[in-house]
């Protein structure tokens, strides 16, 4: 009972070790990798003078008449921010892409880049982008129409509008407004790719695990090395019990002249090597040379 008392209490504490070494390392990685991301990034629509709309100016998320629209006004509104002290260091760009697509929009046949504005290495505690850009809608128009007159062909076009963000050296981030061009009403999209942050999750989620499979394999490494030292104490005695002298009364020991072994083994080397036998009362193993007493507790060591 008392020995089931003792593997009870040594895996209790095991465990909570474990525990203890999870909420840890889970804590310490969450602070030094998490990033705090706001983006508001958002358009608004600026129409041509008319008759029909009271304001000159629609919000985003509407569907729009695209002779109507003279301006789309972007504002880039992006923050990033490290949750320790350490500086990051990025680029960014905003860039427009037109592409062509034929067969109802399933190939391309023609794309044309237009670089706004490139920012490079800046290193700073946390990434601040506020850029605005006011995008004349119908220059894009026109710049479409040239092309399909000039080749006499139709096509679906889309206008992408990008903030491209370079973190760390990796182009992960951006945030994409794509506009239909050469329809008559249309509907802006806007679409964030968190695959930098993503990454890093991803990352954290992974190290997590293995550590904890570490802690893991190291609690049962230790509770097989507690199991097995019995069995192995087991044989060892049963090897030796040649030599192994049982008595029924409890010796009296001078307090003063006692060895205490943590191993077995030293004890039975040390019987063997004199040439003596090992006296053993209820869980203590014992020799006496030169009125000294070696002793090895089995149940104080498993």
């Given at each position: 009972m008392q020995e089931?008392?003792?593997?009870?209490?040594?895996?209790f504490i095991?465990s909570?070790?474990?525990?203890i070494?999870?909420?840890?390392i889970?804590?310490?990685?969450?602070k030094?990798?998490?990033y705090?991301?706001?983006?508001?990034?958002y358009?608004?629509?600026t129409?041509?003078?008319?008759n029909?709309f009271?304001?000159?100016?629609?919000?985003?998320?509407?569907?729009?008449?695209?002779?109507?629209?003279?301006n789309?006004d972007?504002y880039?509104?992006?923050?990033?921010k490290?949750?320790?002290?350490?500086?990051?260091n990025?680029s960014y760009?905003?860039t427009a892409t037109i592409k062509?697509?034929?067969?109802?929009?399933?190939k391309?046949?023609w794309t044309?880049d237009f670089?706004f504005?490139?920012?490079n290495n800046?290193?700073?505690?946390?990434?601040?982008i506020n850029?605005?850009?006011?995008?004349?809608y119908q220059?894009?128009?026109?710049?479409?129409?040239s092309?399909?007159e000039?080749?006499?062909i139709k096509t679906?076009?889309y206008?992408?509008v990008?903030l491209?963000i370079?973190?760390?050296n990796?182009?992960n981030?951006?945030?994409?407004l794509?506009?239909p061009i050469?329809?008559?009403?249309i509907?802006i999209?806007?679409?964030?790719?968190?695959?930098f942050?993503?990454?890093n999750?991803?990352n954290?989620?992974l190290?997590?695990?293995i550590?904890f499979?570490?802690l893991?394999?190291i609690?049962?490494?230790?509770v097989?090395k507690?199991l097995?030292?019995?069995?192995?104490?087991?044989d060892i005695?049963?090897?030796?019990?040649?030599?192994i002298?049982?008595?029924?009364?409890?010796p009296n020991?001078?307090i003063d002249n006692?060895?205490?072994?943590?191993?077995?083994?030293?004890?039975i080397n040390?019987?063997v090597?004199?040439?003596?036998?090992?006296?053993?009362y209820?869980?203590?193993?014992y020799?006496?040379?030169d009125?000294i007493y070696?002793?090895?507790?089995l149940k104080?060591n498993?």
């Amino acid at each position: 009972m008392q020995e089931k008392s003792k593997k009870i209490k040594i895996l209790f504490i095991l465990s909570i070790i474990l525990l203890i070494g999870v909420i840890y390392i889970n804590k310490n990685m969450s602070k030094n990798k998490i990033y705090q991301l706001k983006n508001k990034t958002y358009y608004e629509v600026t129409l041509n003078p008319n008759n029909y709309f009271l304001n000159d100016k629609l919000e985003a998320n509407n569907y729009y008449i695209a002779n109507s629209i003279k301006n789309i006004d972007i504002y880039f509104d992006y923050y990033l921010k490290k949750q320790t002290n350490e500086n990051i260091n990025y680029s960014y760009d905003i860039t427009a892409t037109i592409k062509s697509y034929a067969d109802n929009g399933t190939k391309i046949v023609w794309t044309k880049d237009f670089n706004f504005k490139n920012v490079n290495n800046i290193n700073e505690k946390e990434i601040k982008i506020n850029e605005t850009y006011k995008l004349d809608y119908q220059y894009y128009v026109n710049y479409v129409k040239s092309f399909q007159e000039y080749y006499n062909i139709k096509t679906e076009n889309y206008l992408d509008v990008k903030l491209n963000i370079k973190i760390n050296n990796k182009d992960n981030s951006y945030v994409l407004l794509t506009i239909p061009i050469s329809e008559n009403i249309i509907e802006i999209t806007m679409n964030e790719d968190n695959a930098f942050l993503e990454n890093n999750k991803q990352n954290i989620v992974l190290k997590k695990i293995i550590v904890f499979i570490i802690l893991v394999i190291i609690t049962i490494y230790v509770v097989c090395k507690i199991l097995l030292n019995k069995n192995n104490e087991e044989d060892i005695l049963k090897t030796y019990q040649d030599i192994i002298i049982t008595i029924k009364n409890e010796p009296n020991i001078n307090i003063d002249n006692i060895i205490y072994l943590t191993d077995l083994k030293d004890l039975i080397n040390i019987a063997v090597n004199n040439n003596i036998n090992i006296f053993n009362y209820q869980n203590d193993y014992y020799i006496i040379i030169d009125n000294i007493y070696y002793i090895y507790n089995l149940k104080k060591n498993i």
